[in-house]
């Protein structure tokens, strides 16, 4: 099972961004999926979550901003981010609780991170 991210880069203050993170794998269910960013010198922090029938909670830092939204039958999740200011730079990490079809339990996935850089 893993989570593969996309959609980073480098854009102009005011700019906007679409990151996209797909689940594979033998995948039976996914509960909650999010995001998390961490900057450079700094812990990681939660950004966005969404549970499964959608109901999104996000950091005070984001809200207005960006919003998440999920695709359960690509088993996909995505954050548009809107009016982007140079304190978001910062790598990027998916989230993900999967119910796999051989393990039992629960496990918690993490992407590999997409670099977002705000700067003009």
């Known amino acids: 099972v893993q989570l593969v991210e996309s959609g980073g880069g480098l854009v102009q203050p005011g700019g906007s961004l679409r990151l996209s993170c797909a689940a594979s794998?033998?995948?039976?269910?996914?509960?909650?999926m999010g995001w998390f960013r961490q900057a450079p010198g700094k812990e990681r922090e939660l950004v966005a979550t969404i549970t499964g029938s959608s109901g999104t909670n996000y950091a005070g830092s984001v809200k207005g901003r960006f919003t998440i939204s999920r695709d359960n039958t690509k088993k996909t999740v995505y954050l548009q981010l809107s009016s982007l200011k140079p304190d978001d730079t910062a790598v990027y990490y998916c989230?993900?609780?999967?119910?796999?079809?051989?393990?039992?339990?629960?496990?918690?996935?993490w992407g590999q991170g997409t670099l977002v850089t705000v700067s003009s």
């Open positions: 794998g033998s995948i039976f269910s996914i509960d909650v």
């Open positions: 989230y993900a609780r999967i119910l796999t079809r051989t393990t039992v339990g629960w496990l918690e996935v």
